[in-house]
């Protein structure tokens, strides 16, 4: 196949002209990552923002365990309420970590899976517990990447999200939250 310019969709380096990315993605991990920063790409459309995430994601799996995961996938039916946020953010993540390398996760994604089989969804505060959970005995840092939230910005369950993961983040250094240094946000 001959190369192109993509204008559609995430560019592939095989099959289309693109920019190398490897400084940018060597700068996204020193200044952020690498200091445990929580951080936005923010941009208009079609300026490669999910081209750039996935390209990070790939860079940095080798030091990290990376949950990359991607609202798109998200309909308006999980944002009704909190239980139902809770469940399918769940569900994504336990799907991103059963994708990944098994020695990395296979211990990893039981606390999740008891959560997401549950009749009722659970809560943003239970969520986020597992989560803490799960970086913890994670044998690696982990860092979540979440690409198209614009999908789900306006939604009120969405903005708490949002406030809990900053809030967990801003309290990481003290005991009573276990989010640790062993999670990454993006």
Known sequence: MERYFN???VCDPDIHY???????????KQRY???GKYFI?????????????????????GEYLVCAMDFQETGTEEFRDEAAFSHAFAEILLAV????DLEKTENLTGSLDEFSKR??????????????????EASQPVVLIIDEVDSASNNQVFLDFLAILRSYYLERKKAHVSF?????GV
């Open 41 to 61: 790409i923010n941009k208009g459309r079609q300026y490669g923002k999910t081209t750039t995430l996935r390209a990070l994601a790939e860079y940095l799996k």
């Open 18 to 28: 693109m920019v190398n990315l490897d400084v940018r993605l060597s700068r996204i």
């Open 7 to 9: 204008t559609e969709g």
């Open 97 to 100: 970590l059963n994708s990944l």
């Open 180 to 184: 640790g240094d062993s999670c990454r």
């Open 33 to 35: 990552v690498d200091k």
């Open 119 to 136: 009749i009722q969804g659970g809560t943003l505060r239970e969520l986020f517990a597992r989560i803490s959970r799960l970086c913890m």
